[in-house]
T-cell receptor, first 117, second 113 residues
Framework: DADVTQTPRNRITKTGKRIMLECSQT?????MYWYRQDPGLGLRLIYY???????NKGEISDGYSVSRQAQAKFSLSLESAIPNQTALYFC????????????????FGAGSRLTVL | AQSVTQLDSHVSVSEGTPVLLRCNYS??????LFWYVQHPNKGLQLLLK??????LVKGINGFEAEFKKSETSFHLTKPSAHMSDAAEYFC???????????FGKGTKLSVKP
């Protein structure tokens, strides 16, 4: 089984619908992240969580919300999906530690491709 | 503030020839730097990382990168390209006191037979 599992892998929905993308991990990592990938733009951070009680906005959090249900689970919600949220979404995890000289190596899930019509 | 620039959006090489993917960074302190690879329809995988130890870093699959502080560069190289190297490559810099990572926009590597 994969260390970081994302569901669903593919989803097509309509404008205005509520969507939840789920992520679970077996790495035992404290930190979890949600990124969005668009062609030519690289990966941009949506939200991150350093533990169950710590949720932080990333670079592009508008239109998204998250829930850290447990150390191993981190879900991303689109309350009312719009077409420009069509993208590939990645969940990632890393070990506690970091800081300016930290080596936050990320373990990625396989991605969830979302299409909003 | 930290930032990273990948100088080429697309690089095409022939199988067996050298690979050079260029990355420049900006950081207000000694950064951690990474290269990740993304094969088609897959998640990202760590290729190598620099964390203020040796400036020449060796990674998986024959890739290596050299940290050059004077040039603020962290270019990725491989002596001989293989067809399986065709993928998108991301240069990443540690982003601040919280250790968040900032991704470059990616370089797509094509390998011709």
């Amino acid at each position: 089984d994969a260390d970081v599992t994302q569901t669903p892998r593919n989803r097509i929905t309509k404008t205005g619908k509520r969507i939840m993308l789920e992520c679970s991990q077996t790495k035992g990592h404290d930190r979890m992240y949600w990124y969005r990938q668009d062609p030519g733009l690289g990966l941009r951070l949506i939200y991150y969580s350093f533990d169950v009680k710590d949720i932080n906005k990333g670079e592009i959090s508008d239109g998204y919300s998250v829930s850290r249900q447990a150390q191993a689970k981190f879900s991303l919600s689109l309350e009312s999906a719009i077409p420009n949220q069509t993208a590939l979404y990645f969940c990632a995890t890393s070990q506690l530690g970091g800081g300016p000289s930290g080596a936050n190596v990320l373990t990625f899930g396989a991605g969830s491709r979302l299409t909003v019509l | 503030a930290q930032s990273v620039t990948q100088l080429d959006s697309h690089v095409s090489v022939s199988e067996g020839t050298p690979v050079l993917l260029r990355c420049n960074y900006s950081s207000s302190y000694s950064p951690s730097l990474f290269w990740y690879v993304q094969h088609p329809n897959k998640g990202l995988q760590l290729l190598l990382k620099y964390t203020s130890a040796a400036t020449l870093v060796k990674g998986i699959n024959g890739f290596e990168a050299e940290f050059k502080k004077s040039e603020t560069s962290f270019h990725l190289t491989k002596p001989s390209a293989h067809m399986s190297d065709a993928a998108e490559y991301f240069c990443v810099v540690s982003g601040g006191s919280q250790g968040n990572l900032i991704f470059g926009k990616g370089t797509k590597l094509s390998v011709k037979p």
